[in-house]
């Protein structure tokens, strides 16, 4: 039986196209998003395009305005602080609850999104890249019996401090930095030793934090 491939819908295919922009650079943090020129860039109505206005706020990708067009989100040291704080208190603890079983799974599933990142990265491919990272981040909470904090690791994972890592101008860089920081989580996990892994996963989200606040540095420049 052929299997039937579902086919992006218009605002789907528009939120991809602008994240892009702004991975790429193309579109820079406080650029504005008018819905009538930018509906006719993506050849495109407004309806689609304000469902895929709206995925990008909540990734914090972008600013809604009331009565002003979106923005693309801009970024201070206070909001790097402070979301990387949730960060580490939140994934790391995440960590503590898995089981034997759990952690099995949890490394079958972080060897294969390290693989995907790769190949992400071979292909220049920097949408795809943060697409499996997420992934790899939600993996260590995503059967956690406590699904309020489920929810909430995976809001603040997904929302601001998901974009920072987008804004990177060096995102190439960042990207393998990130893979190898990944692995060496991999490796103390494949050891059996938690509290290696946690402290990994804590270098990992400092490094990341290190990143976010020399490139917020850069722009005031």
Do not use: C
Request: proline fraction near 3%; charge should be negative.
């Amino acid at each position: 039986m052929r299997k039937i491939v579902k086919q992006p819908t218009l605002a789907e295919q528009a939120y991809e196209a602008i994240k892009k922009m702004i991975i790429t650079g193309e579109l820079k943090p406080g650029d504005e998003l008018p819905e009538e020129k930018l509906a006719a860039e993506l050849g495109i109505s407004r309806t689609p395009l304000r469902e895929a206005l709206k995925r990008l706020a909540v990734d914090a990708l972008i600013e809604l305005r009331k009565t002003k067009p979106a923005l693309v989100a801009r970024f201070t040291h206070q909001d790097v602080k402070e979301i990387m704080e949730l960060r580490r208190l939140l994934e790391i603890y995440g960590i503590e609850g898995l089981s034997k079983a759990d952690q099995q799974r949890v490394l079958k599933e972080l060897r294969y999104a390290h693989e995907r990142q790769w190949e992400a990265i071979q292909a220049h491919d920097f949408a795809d890249f943060m697409d499996w990272d997420q992934w790899f981040h939600d993996q260590f909470y995503v059967n956690h019996p406590n699904q309020r904090l489920r929810e909430l690791i995976h809001t603040v994972n997904t929302g601001g401090s998901r974009a920072f890592l987008l804004l990177s101008k060096k995102v190439f860089d960042s990207a393998v930095i990130a893979h190898g920081e990944h692995g060496a989580i991999i490796e103390a996990l494949e050891q059996g030793d938690l509290e290696k892994t946690k402290k990994h996963l804590a270098a990992h989200l400092d490094n990341i934090e290190d990143r976010l606040l020399k490139y917020i540095s850069q722009e005031e420049l």
